[in-house]
Nanobody
């Protein structure tokens, strides 16, 4: 069992940056691939980024590639999402998620979810 708690969301102007954190409790955090997803009002939850168990492999949605960076610190049981050059269309609730073994891009591949953190980008 893994419990996930996101933090770091907020209001930022377009072009600004935010760093999201997701702290995991429970054992064997390093056994879980981790992902970030986001959901805007009235829309489906979409994949943003994922990182492998060791942190050596990362995956991104085309819409954030080159602007967002996912990373993890297994010693701290934490996964991060550094978001730069933010755009109004990045406004959403951001969720971190975990699944055993391999990273994935689909919502239904993940077993554990945080409660979400709101990111609002003003124009």
């Amino acid at each position: 069992q893994v419990q996930l708690v996101e933090s770091g969301g907020g209001l930022v102007q377009a072009g600004g940056s935010l760093r999201l954190s997701c702290a995991a409790s429970g054992r064997t955090f390093s056994s879980y691939a981790m992902g970030w997803f986001r959901q805007a009002p009235g829309k489906e939850r979409d994949f943003v980024a994922a990182v492998s168990r060791s942190g050596s492999n990362t995956y991104y949605a085309d819409s954030v590639k080159g602007r967002f960076t996912i990373s993890r610190d297994n010693a701290k049981n934490t996964v991060y999402l550094q978001m730069n050059s933010l755009k109004p269309e990045d406004t959403a609730v951001y969720y971190c998620a975990g699944r055993p073994m391999l990273a994935g891009r689909e919502v239904n591949e993940y077993d554990y979810w945080g409660q979400g953190t709101q990111v609002t980008v003003s124009s």
